[in-house]
Nanobody, 124 residues
Framework: QVQLVESGGGLVQAGASLRLSCAAS????????LGWYRQGPGKERELVAG???????NYADSVKGRFIISRDNAKNTLYLQMNSLKPEDTAVYYC??????????????????WGQGTQVTVSS
């Protein structure tokens, strides 16, 4: 298992920047993929940015060129740098870790873990 704790959310004006952090602890050695998701008011949760198991990064079209996802393996921390924020970016942001082949798990078994979320509010 892993525990994920997000931080860095807040209330900002349009055009501002924020950096979200997601600190992981526990069985971090079996993390295969990481991602940031968000859920706006009255909306379904959606992928914002991800680091898949094969490396690289991917982004939702709505944030391409504005957001940057990165990870610091030494600190077991995932980041989301959010620039040029817009009111439509207002949401609760969650980090997710996909774990595979953790100690004691059947080979090939995967499971997802979520943080508790951090609120980002962008005013116009």
């Amino acid at each position: 298992q892993v525990q994920l704790v997000e931080s860095g959310g807040g209330l900002v004006q349009a055009g501002a920047s924020l950096r979200l952090s997601c600190a992981a602890s526990g069985d971090t050695i079996c993390i295969s993929a990481l991602g940031w998701y968000r859920q706006g008011p009255g909306k379904e949760r959606e992928l914002v940015a991800g680091i898949p198991s094969d490396g690289g990064t991917n982004y939702a079209d709505s944030v391409k060129g504005r957001f940057i996802i990165s990870r610091d393996n030494a600190k077991n921390t995932l980041y989301l740098q959010m620039n040029s924020l817009k009111p439509e970016d207002t949401a609760v942001y969650y980090c997710k870790a996909e774990l595979i082949n953790c100690q004691g798990w059947p080979r090939g078994f995967k499971d997802d873990y979520w943080g508790q979320g951090t609120q980002v509010t962008v005013s116009s």
